[in-house]
């Protein structure tokens, strides 16, 4: 037997296509001739690792396909470029240097030039003085104008209630009992820095006590991408967690869902033992990897710690409606990644906080009572 | 691109949906779906530590691929059994590679900053040094090989044609000039690779 040969039929062997007499044989070899064996172990060796190769190409090539739908998609820009952040690592003292050398040389350039004109137009002082207060009192004035306009103080808070972003572009999401016969509502939220936003009703529906508000306003830029995303579905004992405005200040409550039903066998809510309050309508329901779970709507006036929060699922379908039904011109797009999972609480509280907002709810029928 | 963004949305659901132990046992049917899911599911945990410990997004794409290429090599074996989320494996395969490669460039400094609870994995108790000597040494071996041999082999050994086929594909006169060919580079490659890969004993 040459070499081809022995090579053939150990390859039968390892195709498992010996039979009868030529497999005993073969198995007797292996027992008798140790150098046989080893060489047909080898040979599997070989053999296996030239396939194991073909495999993780083609998983790799598949893969590539994959991560071309991420890229496209680019669910990470809220991640810190690479070069960027290292370069600010890397320079950060120098700069800090060189930054405060240039302000107090800036401050003091500025302080002698005031003391020199200062000797120098002594005289014109007492003018200029009178002139600034009464720039003063024009500014005061308008901004007294501006203000009465944009805030309607003239209207007084009817009542107030919770919303969130709902999709980065301005949408936000609360409670239809809430906004129902509203006049004007104002969306504030007072974290890292102080929003209010004049938003307006742009959908209700009142089978599933949701409405979608649309931020109408100048100063509106847009929100930066969301870091929570929908969950469909959530199970029975299962930690949850709310940020909601029942006073002036944002709270958070802690609870678990404590039945897949809500109010009298609803399948449209979950029943949760989270703490509500008035204000708290219309306040997102997160679980603890921070997936947008529901949206708190009621509580049980007799029970005691039985609340009740919208399933995200009936949140999905309102949306899908509104997008086929209306046709918006700016879409509502939920956000799809949550990039809080991996945080602790205190950390997700921070990264959800800009996104909750306190609605003030202002109504008609007030103005004509009080006139 | 708003279909687009449907049909993610589409998939991220489906993902939602999807428990763990569903996604594990399609992926030891090796089904191309589940590792669709699988893979975009976890990319951003993994893409999140690489860029907190000095990497970059490519570093952190090759690490990832390779994690997943492990994971799905072992749930394909019959006796392996996953004894955590498939997220935590990916998460501490990736984490045990980074640490590597760092200590390779000397730019490792004691400390990872960690986002995710994982396995320690201090020896290579999932054979990724192992594979990685094999496999270099197989691909080292195919490179050196050349052409026809590595289309030979390819086609014989992975894509299961026939001599036939082959024959008629590369143009020899018949089958059995093709096997005679097909022997002469499996010689040689077995040669080139226990080459590489002398620690290979039975």
């Known amino acids: 037997m040459n070499l081809q040969q022995k090579y053939e039929w150990i390859e039968n062997y390892l195709a498992g296509k010996l039979e009868g007499n030529d497999l005993s044989d073969f198995e007797a070899k292996m027992q008798n001739d140790p150098a046989f064996a080893q060489e047909v172990e080898e040979h599997k060796f070989l053999l296996e690792t030239l396939a194991q190769m073909a495999q993780r190409e083609q998983l790799k090539a598949q893969m590539n396909l994959f991560h071309k739908d991420l890229d496209k998609h680019k669910a990470w820009v809220f991640y810190k470029h690479p070069i960027i952040q290292n370069f600010w690592k890397k320079h950060f003292p120098t700069m800090a240097v060189a930054a405060s050398v240039a302000i107090l040389t800036a401050v003091g350039v500025l302080w002698n030039v005031k003391n020199f004109n200062q000797l120098e137009d002594k005289q014109t002082a007492y003018f200029r003085s009178l002139k600034k207060d009464i720039d003063d009192v024009k500014k005061r004035q308008n901004s007294l104008e501006e203000k009465s306009e944009k805030e309607n103080i003239t209207q007084p808070i009817d009542h107030t209630a919770t919303a969130f972003v709902i999709s980065a572009n301005g949408y936000l999401l609360t409670n239809y009992h809430a906004v129902k016969d509203a006049d004007a509502i104002f969306a504030e939220s007072r974290q890292d820095s102080l929003q209010r936003y004049q938003v307006k009703v742009f959908y209700k529906d009142e089978k599933t006590d949701l409405a979608v508000l649309k931020i109408e306003d100048s100063s509106f830029r847009g929100f930066r991408n969301l870091p929570y995303a929908l969950r469909l579905e959530a199970d029975l004992g299962e930690e949850v967690f709310t940020l909601a405005y029942p006073r002036e200040d944002m709270v958070y409550g802690k609870g678990e869902i404590s039945a897949r039903t809500g109010f009298e066998g609803d399948s449209l809510e979950y029943q949760i033992s989270v703490p509500v309050n008035p204000g708290n309508s219309g306040a997102p329901l997160f679980d603890d990897k921070g997936f947008l779970i529901g949206v708190i709507n009621r509580k049980h006036t007799l029970q005691e710690g039985a609340a009740f929060a919208i399933k995200a699922k009936y949140i999905k379908k309102l949306i899908d409606s509104v997008m086929q039904g209306q046709k918006p011109e700016k879409p509502i797009l939920l956000p799809l990644f949550n990039n809080i999972a991996w945080l602790k609480r205190p950390q997700q509280i921070k990264a959800l906080q800009n996104y909750v907002f306190e609605l003030k709810v202002h109504k008609a029928t007030d103005i004509t009572a009080s006139k | 691109m708003a279909k687009f963004l449907l049909s993610i949305k589409a998939q991220m659901n489906e993902a939602l949906q999807h428990s763990e132990a569903d996604i594990i046992s399609a992926l030891r049917q090796g089904d191309s779906k589940a590792l669709e899911i699988i893979y975009k599911q976890h990319y951003p945990a993994v893409l999140h530590f690489i860029i907190q410990n000095n990497g970059t997004d490519q570093d952190a794409k090759d690490l990832y691929q390779e994690a997943v290429i492990i994971l799905y090599e072992k749930l394909r074996q019959e006796h392996f059994l996953l004894t955590c989320q498939i997220k935590t494996f990916l998460y501490s395969v990736c984490r045990k590679l980074w640490l590597k490669r760092l200590r390779e460039k ?54 299961g044609l026939t001599m036939q086929d082959i024959a008629e594909k590369m143009g020899y006169t018949n089958a059995d000039n093709a096997k005679n060919q097909k022997y002469k580079c499996l010689v040689r490659l077995k040669k080139l690779f226990f080459e590489k890969y002398k620690k290979f004993e039975v």
């Open chain 2, 106 to 159: 000397g730019k490792y400094f004691g400390k990872l900053e960690d986002f995710e609870s994982f396995l320690p994995l201090e020896e290579d108790e999932l054979g990724i040094e192992e594979n990685e000597q094999k496999l270099g040494a197989m691909a080292t071996a195919m490179e050196q090989l050349g052409e026809p041999c590595r289309t030979l082999l390819k086609d014989f050994y992975i894509s």
